[in-house]
């Protein structure tokens, strides 16, 4: 598949990319097709642009995510051969963008596309044209943000800020020991907006004292410009594992005008970024590499090679979930704030079944969000199942909701199926054997990570055997448990 960027003109297509899909990233909204409120990053600290080399890096990201959510993986022709995508996973995405700093970029387009291949399980042929135009640094309102601008940016470090319970922990270990931080968030949703600034307000009353703002954006992906009208409907993909680099370029963007001593964090806990699938039918890209230390440290030699001197970390990396909320289970912006936090892969499933809850409680990231909860007892009265029992986790969720690939228990099912292999396990090094078939670690972080992932199985096992006693014991046979465990 051929995709062609506009960033502020629409320019003409090149010969070979005349068959090419198309977003525009236009001030003029009716034909723009890529959203963003990118500009609102400068100018809230009244700026009128950022360096051009920071610019270059939001386009890029904000096209490859565009590129990311709107090519489906399956049930649509490739427009180079005509064929149906051979697994119905890996993309062939050919993708021109227009920069300011061309040669740059020109550079380690090799690089960055063994990232982006790492990071979305896809082949990804990056070409880059010169550009002089700059993304809306024209004259703008400044009343507008009167109340919103950032004064003072005296900040040690940027920080992300997803609205999920992790990067909420992360923000008050930062703040816990005095540090002044930068957060950014990405508003997906307007109900993920308000959580963001609710959480944030808490927590910047319980810590008056100590230099920090919330700098939220905005990416909008719509259907491309220049498609088979007759398939315009298939034109969307939900396996966004894109999403982190276009969060990383808000971050390095801000860390470009605060300059950071810390540089960027984004805190996560090390089992979701191992990416050891489940089960074998989900080795595709629906397991992430969000946070994978492979990805963050090729990005980071990336940044090296392109000048830009922020450094990215997560001091999560080596720790279960349970180990992260556990240093905080004492903490009273914690226990006030963390039933408003947001784990859930699809935060409007309780609206679609006529509840409230955010956190649907059966899709994988939930359950690792109970499992952490569990390590320190807390109760949550926030998950779907308790408004409805139709969907706690218990064997008529599967046998209703069980298939495989589109079913609401899909998640539970494969999480099951790999606690019994855990369970059953009696090979000391399986999951080593599974880490380094999965690439990207040495050795010695072989080793962290092993242990990382079996405490972590620990934990989503003790969930789901306190589920099973509450719901269904019979759970526990799917674990190879049997029903008189505790």
């Given at each position: 598949?051929?995709?062609?960027?506009?960033?502020?003109?629409?320019?003409?297509?090149?010969?070979?990319?005349?068959?090419?899909?198309?977003?525009?990233?236009?001030?003029?909204?009716?034909?723009?097709?890529?959203?963003?409120?990118?500009?609102?990053?400068?100018?809230?600290?009244?700026?009128?642009?950022?360096?051009?080399?920071?610019?270059?890096f939001l386009i890029i990201?904000?096209?490859?995510?565009?590129?990311?959510?709107?090519?489906?993986?399956?049930?649509?022709?490739?427009?180079?051969?005509?064929?149906?995508?051979?697994?119905?996973?890996?993309?062939?995405?050919?993708?021109?963008?227009?920069?300011?700093?061309?040669?740059?970029?020109?550079?380690?387009?090799?690089?960055?596309?063994?990232?982006?291949?790492?990071?979305?399980?896809?082949?990804?042929?990056?070409?880059?044209?010169?550009?002089?135009?700059?993304?809306?640094?024209?004259?703008?309102?400044?009343?507008?943000?009167?109340?919103?601008?950032?004064?003072?940016?005296?900040?040690?470090?940027?920080?992300?800020?997803?609205?999920?319970?992790?990067?909420?922990?992360?923000?008050?270990?930062?703040?816990?020991?005095?540090?002044?931080?930068?957060?950014?968030?990405?508003?997906?949703?307007?109900?993920?907006?308000?959580?963001?600034?609710?959480?944030?307000?808490?927590?910047?009353?319980?810590?008056?004292?100590?230099?920090k703002d919330l700098i939220?954006?905005?990416?909008?992906?719509?259907?491309?410009?220049?498609?088979?009208?007759?398939?315009?409907?298939?034109?969307?993909?939900?396996?966004?594992?894109?999403?982190?680099?276009?969060?990383?370029?808000?971050?390095?963007?801000?860390?470009?005008?605060?300059?950071?001593?810390?540089?960027?964090?984004?805190?996560?806990?090390?089992?979701?970024?191992?990416?050891?699938?489940?089960?074998?039918?989900?080795?595709?890209?629906?397991?992430?590499?969000?946070?994978?230390?492979?990805?963050?440290?090729?990005?980071?030699?990336?940044?090296?090679?392109?000048?830009?001197?922020?450094?990215?970390?997560?001091?999560?990396?080596?720790?279960?979930?349970?180990?992260?909320?556990?240093?905080?289970?004492?903490?009273?912006?914690?226990?006030?704030?963390?039933?408003?936090?947001?784990?859930?892969?699809?935060?409007?499933?309780?609206?679609?079944?006529?509840?409230?809850?955010?956190?649907?409680?059966?899709?994988?990231?939930?359950?690792?969000?109970?499992?952490?909860?569990?390590?320190?007892?807390?109760?949550?009265?926030?998950?779907?199942?308790?408004?409805?029992?139709?969907?706690?986790?218990?064997?008529?969720?599967?046998?209703?909701?069980?298939?495989?690939?589109?079913?609401?228990?899909?998640?539970?099912?494969?999480?099951?199926?790999?606690?019994?292999?855990?369970?059953?396990?009696?090979?000391?090094?399986?999951?080593?054997?599974?880490?380094?078939?999965?690439?990207?670690?040495?050795?010695?972080?072989?080793?962290?990570f092993n242990d990382i992932?079996?405490?972590?199985?620990?934990?989503?096992?003790?969930?789901?055997?306190?589920?099973?006693?509450?719901?269904?014991?019979?759970?526990?046979?799917?674990?190879?448990?049997?029903?008189?465990?505790?």
């Open positions: 598949m051929k995709i062609w960027i506009n960033k502020t003109n629409i320019d003409e297509l090149n010969e070979d990319y005349h068959d090419a899909v198309i977003f525009n990233m236009l001030k003029d909204n009716p034909k723009s097709n890529l959203k963003t409120n990118f500009e609102d990053i400068w100018r809230r600290f009244s700026l009128k642009s950022i360096d051009s080399i920071y610019e270059d990201a904000s096209s490859i995510f565009a590129v990311d959510r709107r090519i489906p993986r399956s049930n649509i022709q490739d427009m180079d051969d005509h064929r149906e995508m051979k697994d119905n996973w890996t993309r062939t995405l050919k993708v021109n963008i227009p920069v300011l700093e061309v040669d740059k970029w020109l550079t380690v387009s090799s690089k960055l596309e063994k990232v982006l291949n790492f990071l979305s399980g896809d082949l990804w042929k990056l070409n880059f044209r010169k550009t002089t135009n700059r993304y809306r640094n024209d004259e703008y309102r400044k009343n507008k943000y009167v109340k919103k601008g950032i004064i003072n940016n005296d900040f040690d470090c940027v920080s992300l800020f997803s609205g999920g319970l992790d990067s909420f922990c992360g923000a008050l270990h930062l703040l816990e020991q005095g540090k002044k931080v930068c957060f950014v968030g990405c508003m997906e949703y307007n109900q993920l907006k308000n959580r963001m600034k609710e959480i944030y307000e808490k927590i910047d009353r319980d810590y008056p004292n100590i230099n939220i954006f905005s990416t909008k992906p719509g259907i491309p410009k220049n498609i088979n009208e007759d398939i315009r409907s298939k034109y969307t993909e939900d396996t966004s594992r894109s999403r982190s680099l276009l969060f990383i370029s808000v971050a390095v963007a801000v860390a470009s005008i605060v300059n950071p001593e810390e540089g960027i964090y984004i805190p996560e806990n090390g089992f979701i970024g191992l990416n050891i699938p489940l089960t074998p039918s989900r080795m595709g890209s629906c397991s992430t590499r969000t946070t994978h230390v492979h990805f963050l440290k090729k990005l980071n030699e990336l940044f090296e090679e392109i000048d830009i001197p922020y450094k990215i970390s997560n001091f999560y990396a080596y720790k279960t979930k349970g180990q992260i909320v556990k240093e905080f289970q004492k903490n009273s912006t914690f226990i006030e704030c963390v039933d408003k936090t947001i784990s859930c892969s699809h935060p409007t499933q309780g609206r679609m079944v006529g509840v409230t809850p955010i956190n649907c409680g059966y899709c994988f990231p939930c359950m690792i969000r109970r499992a952490s909860l569990n390590v320190i007892g807390y109760e949550e009265q926030t998950y779907i199942d308790d408004f409805d029992e139709e969907y706690k986790l218990d064997i008529k969720l599967i046998k209703k909701y069980g298939n495989p690939y589109t079913g609401r228990a899909k998640d539970l099912n494969a999480l099951l199926a790999a606690l019994h292999k855990y369970v059953k396990n009696d090979d000391p090094n399986f999951y080593k054997k599974q880490l380094i078939k999965m690439g990207g670690l040495s050795f010695d972080e072989i080793e962290i992932y079996i405490k972590s199985m620990e934990e989503l096992k003790n969930m789901i055997i306190k589920q099973a006693n509450r719901n269904d014991k019979s759970l526990l046979e799917y674990i190879g448990m049997s029903e008189d465990s505790e």
